[in-house]
């Protein structure tokens, strides 16, 4: 027997479950070796807290809306048949009438196609899409809210997996899982076969509403506290690929010192080194005597008169120590 009401009853038992476990887990954790201190856990773990409690306050008192469950009436049902129902339910006399969006709902619910857009869809998207009248209508009225609440829980985990939460390299995970249960999301709610006259029909709108819901809440906490933190490598561990790499340019040095001195004991070669640095000095030439470059490099302090050019080497000299 429910102490307030089932919603009111499973909030705050969440909302006490949820707080027991942040304040247990909610301690900045020690790091381990190779682990960067996590800069923003407390700040995080602030922020999934009132996220987990919004979540759950939306779960407990936020459900939509459904005729059919609440009433627990079958989806075949006529309309005027659910009409008198309710009347008997509310205790309103047969020559009252209901709101006027409960009397514009019972009218849609006479043609069939719109019974399946109730599953589909959801109460809120028959009742409230006044101009929606075919499929994709009604389809756009009802994904576009979703798929925004699919972007918001991405920003969220983009925070989540911020650098200095030390979740860094499951931001990809992460938002790869949202998109693949967007997608999911999305391609049931469209395709999935609607039979009205059966006796149990499967709310799917209201299911995956919940399963949705369930998916925004668990994700972050998942992320945030059961996956294990991204690592830092030893400087160490780096020591024997950088060996290697001054080895391979080593002997690279070499063999340019080598190269350089074969080329000129071959004809061909000399040659063709002798035209390339001719090459380079007519471009030096034409460079230096541009009165384009010469007044813009005098103005960057990078002039290529004798003068400037002697000060910048002996810059760069003492700033190489050599």
Not at 14 to 36: D, Q, T
Not at 67 to 81: I, N
Not at 90 to 100: C, Q, R
């Amino acid at each position: 027997m429910p102490l307030l009401s089932a919603a009111a009853d499973t909030f705050i038992l969440g909302a006490v479950v949820s707080l027991i476990a942040f304040a247990y887990r909610g301690s900045i954790p020690a790091p381990a070796k190779n682990m960067r201190q996590p800069k923003y856990w407390p700040l995080i773990t602030g922020l999934l807290a009132i996220h987990t409690l919004y979540m759950i306050h939306t779960i407990s008192f936020k459900t939509p809306p459904n005729l059919f469950t609440e009433l627990h009436l079958p989806l075949s049902m006529p309309s005027h048949k659910i009409r008198a129902t309710l009347l008997a339910r509310t205790g309103i006399s047969g020559d009252d009438v209901l709101p006027e969006h409960i009397e514009d709902l019972l009218t849609r619910l006479n043609t069939y196609d719109l019974r399946t857009y109730f599953v589909r869809f959801g109460q809120n998207t028959v009742q409230e899409c006044e101009w929606c009248t075919t499929f994709t209508e009604y389809a756009v009225y009802t994904i576009a809210p979703i798929f925004l609440s699919y972007i918001l829980e991405a920003a969220l985990l983009g925070l989540v997996t911020i650098r200095g939460s030390n979740r860094e390299m499951w931001r990809s995970t992460t938002i790869g899982v949202l998109i693949l249960a967007c997608s999911v999301d999305a391609y049931w709610m469209l395709t999935v076969r609607v039979t009205v006259d059966q006796q149990d029909v499967t709310m799917w709108y209201d299911t995956l509403w919940i399963l949705r819901h369930a998916l925004f809440t668990a994700l972050p906490l998942v992320t945030h506290f059961v996956f294990p933190p991204s690592f830092t490598p030893s400087p160490l561990a780096i020591v024997p690929q950088t060996n290697l790499t001054l080895q391979a340019l080593h002997r690279r040095l070499q063999l340019l010192k080598f190269t350089s001195a074969i080329t000129l004991r071959v004809p061909e070669f000399r040659q063709a080194a002798g035209n390339y640095w001719e090459t380079q000095r007519m471009e030096g030439k034409w460079a230096r005597e541009d009165e384009g470059i010469n007044r813009f490099s005098d103005k960057t302090g990078r002039g290529i008169k004798r003068e400037v050019a002697r000060e910048l080497a002996l810059k760069c000299k003492h700033g190489l120590d050599i």
